[in-house]
């Protein structure tokens, strides 16, 4: 095949990838497996299985993504591949945020409705949530099955790219009319379902539990408080420049802001997946006990 000169912000992006993937695959593999194997089956240890699971997943992916970066954007898995890699990876990343959302709102109900809570909060009514989530993550990573599409420049190098008018005919003026308003609603649908509405039901349900610990007089400490604003910043940094990043590519503009928001994109992105686990789990003793004894 041909060999194209790389360039230098795709060696960075593939390098931050490869480290994602060499922490991110030991870590929340061992997670994984002190969750499975060493704790109790409660509701917290299924939903943070399955958060962990989420990344885990997306991280198995990111090697062949890297060497596409250190190839020049050559794409050399197939077509096949080029579609169910980018749809896992999209499910990977709604199942993450919606997993996220559910432990908020588990939060909320646990501090504000116990008796719900004592009544109804069972692992089989987690796994119902678990099971609805993982469905709804996986259909809404269905669009790259239909508009992923390899394309050949006629230079030897192909690429791995949306046609959102899921026709042959990519330079059709009809067609790119089509894609445009597919495009949109897609970029529209993904920031609402995987961003705003996520974003809003994390704060309020982290504003209400705080504002009943207070109440109660149960901040002993200001430990909890601080991890419930370092859920809610965390997710906002590290999910944002990604939307950015989407709402550029809309303009078809090849510009410094796009390049800057892509590599800033796979820095928060591969952050979110080796940093979120540890926040999240090491906030409880029983976990943070149960891990050190197993290692």
Known sequence: STHFPVPASNVIIAFLLCMAVIIGTITNGLYLWVLKFKMKKTVNTLLFFHLILSYFISTLILPFIATTYLQDNHWSFGTAMCKVFNATLSAGMFASIFFLSAISVDRYLLTLHPVWSQLHRTPRWATGIILG????????????????ETQDDH?????????????????????????????????????????????????????????????????????????MVTAILSFFVCWMPYHVHQGLLLT??????????HILTVITISFNALFSPTLYLFTGENFKNVFKKSI
Request: hydrophobic share 45%; aromatic share 14%.
């Open 155 to 227: 230079k030897g190098r192909v690429t791995c790219q949306n046609n959102y008018a899921a026709s042959p005919k990519w330079e059709n003026k009809k067609m790119q009319t089509l894609g445009k308003g597919i495009h949109v609603a897609c970029f529209i649908g993904r920031f609402l379902l995987g961003f705003l509405l996520p974003f809003f039901i994390i704060t309020i349900c982290y504003k209400k539990v705080a504002n009943k610990m207070k109440e109660r007089g149960l901040f002993k400490s200001s430990k909890p408080f601080k991890v």
């Open 252 to 261: 078809k503009h090849q510009s410094v802001l796009l390049q800057a928001t």
């Open 133 to 148: 989530i993982w469905l709804s993550a996986t259909a809404l990573g269905m669009p790259y099955l239909i508009f992923r």
